[in-house]
Nanobody, 115 residues
Framework: QVQLVESGGGLVQPGGSLRLSCVTT????????MAWYRQAPGKQREWVAS???????NYEDSVKGRFAISRDRTKNTMFLQMNNLKPDDTAVYYC?????????WGQGTQVTVSS
């Protein structure tokens, strides 16, 4: 059974940093590009950043230069380093396969940026 477990969220002041982690099970994640997604209150879930099997990365424009995605394929683990956080980054963050996520999303991890 495929599982996605996100962690590392929390409450942080504007300008602060957080590092999110995603632990996965299932062989599919070892052989697939992966991504972080987020869903803010009242909005649809959106793509944030993605990473290919050979480590190439892409970012949504609003997080470029502030977020960094990485993965450890040997440990089925992915990370999102988030720096200079802004209130607009407040959302529940999820990890999943990219570009076509699997239907069984994890519980996500809440990131709240507020003073």
């Amino acid at each position: 059974q495929v599982q996605l477990v996100e962690s590392g969220g929390g409450l942080v002041q504007p300008g602060g940093s957080l590092r999110l982690s995603c632990v996965t099970t299932g062989i599919i994640f070892r052989v697939s590009p992966m991504a972080w997604y987020r869903q803010a209150p009242g909005k649809q879930r959106e793509w944030v950043a993605s990473i290919t099997l050979n480590g190439n990365t892409n970012y949504e424009d609003s997080v470029k230069g502030r977020f960094a995605i990485s993965r450890d394929r040997t440990k089925n683990t992915m990370f999102l380093q988030m720096n200079n956080l802004k209130p607009d980054d407040t959302a529940v963050y999820y990890c999943n396969k990219f570009p076509t996520p699997v239907s069984s999303w994890g519980q996500g991890t809440q990131v709240t940026v507020s003073s």
